[in-house]
């Protein structure tokens, strides 16, 4: 018995190169902690040169880079100061230049990372803004308001930063400007025309630089509608975010910006892409970011926040794909990225069962005790989870290191963190307890100071069990986790087809089954007893046990 669920009648990747993006494994490279070119302890942009011939042995289509312009690092580079350099304890345009001409020859596209809500508080824009003062239109370019009390020295609202703390600062003459996240990351105003140049400009700046797409960070949090008299923080918490009206997310009107990048996407041929990180109320507001006109493409990380558990994967995949049917676009998956604890670790967890609060937070807030969790249970769930995701239809984002079965770093020293969320009271339940354990430097040789990172030692430390995931060390290990990516990244392209599975019913509500248009069919089993397969039936990809799945694994049957 089967069960059909489309996606939408669209090309299959590499018939037509305008689709690229629509079935593509997209690798996110965080790139001061993927590869150290010169031996200061920060990777820069020559170390992604230095590794093209590895992301071309794994077989992913695309580089997509976080932020690697000029900054001070108050948020790990989304702290932008120049949208339109490198930064130069990274390398120099000409570095990145070099780059785009490395990964095209490989045929890996390049994907950057755009962040519109808000600059640096170094800004060129931002300081013209501070020197001219009240009522100038160098301040109407951010969201400035005037204090409350007799001489402005009370903030304009009570409203708190994402990453703790108020989130208005006062700049000393009686005005406040508005920052979601870090104080050093002043909100831009986008009802003001400059604004929208200064991206327009940013975005073909790149797309004339060979750039293929462009990640959008915070998308849902650009056009903002803010009355005379400022709500409070309760006030602003029980607002309706689901009806595109709410004064800070998520707002109609953010669509129109869209639709006018979309109109410099579509000047170049092919078309530049795009994909928003929109975290919105429900799957129809984030749809709205994914059609042809806007961005095209939005992050879905149901998976992501999604126990092991074969009745939600199910449940997720169904419903993601019909919004893809709706849209037009393509599925977006992704179980890792550089603001979450990585899933070997999540996995090896107890399971969230519903909670709200970003899984791995307690047990980071605990100090990261061995006695509550078990690796090896969450490296064998992450690789069945990972092989099943990359047998669906759709993009697939992974998380560098994630090849290697990285777990999350958890037992970081308060002197050695960087993220702000760490230091600045940021709800640890709801925000996670800084972000720093996934973004630790990886390991490419087994020895060494920094285990190949670089000559010299990595911006955060590594731990010593990071040898025993060293690049070197599974490429020399035939069952390792970084073979078995790169089997199933070449297997995947061979077999990918059209857009759609059908689901086959297994008899076992925690194994899951599903055949691909070609009869490419995948097979995981969330449960703790083997699965049994018919006679015959051998996989291309995992192995079986006396013709059996084993538990919490993945094998790929060819059709």
Known sequence: ??????????????????????????????????????????GDIRGVTDKADYLAGLGVDAVWLSPFYPSALADGGYDVDDYRNVDPRLGTLDDFDDMVAALHERGIK?????????????????????????????????????????????????????????????VGDGQWYFHHFATEQPDFNWDNPDVHAEFLHTLRFWSDRGVDGFRIDVAHGLSKDLPAVLPSQAELDAMDTTDGQHPLWDRDAVHEIYREWRQVFDEYDPPRIAVAEAWVATPERRAKYATPEGLGQAFNFDLLEADFDAAQFRHIVTDNLAQSAATGSSSTWVLSNHDVVRHATRYGLAPRRGSLAKQGSAWILAGAPADQIDLARGSRQALAASLFLLGLPGSAYLYQGEELGLHEVGDIKAEDRQDPAFFRGADPERDGLGRDGCRVPLPWTGTGSSFGFGAAGAHIPQPDWFADYAVDVEDADPASSLNTYRRALALRHELQTGESLEWIDTGRDDVLRFVRPNGWQVVTNFGTEPFALAEGETPVLGELVDGAVPAETTVWLRG
């Not at 018995?1 to 018939?15: E, R």
């Not at 007799?150 to 006062?170: H, K, M, Q, T, V």
Request: proline content about 7%; glycine content about 10%.
């Open 1 to 42: 018995m089967t069960d059909a669920v489309l996606a939408a009648g669209v090309p299959v990747l590499g018939s037509d190169d305008a689709a690229w993006w629509r079935q593509a494994v997209v690798y996110q490279v965080y790139p001061r902690s993927f590869a150290d070119s010169n031996g200061d302890g920060l």
């Open 110 to 170: 390049v994907i950057v990372d755009i962040v519109p809500n808000h600059s640096s508080d170094r800004h060129e824009m931002f300081r013209a803004a501070l020197a001219a003062g009240k009522g100038s239109p160098e301040r109407d370019r951010y969201i400035f308001r005037d204090g409350l009390g007799e001489n402005g020295e009370l903030p304009p609202a009570d409203w708190a930063s994402i990453f703790g703390g108020p989130a208005w600062e006062s």
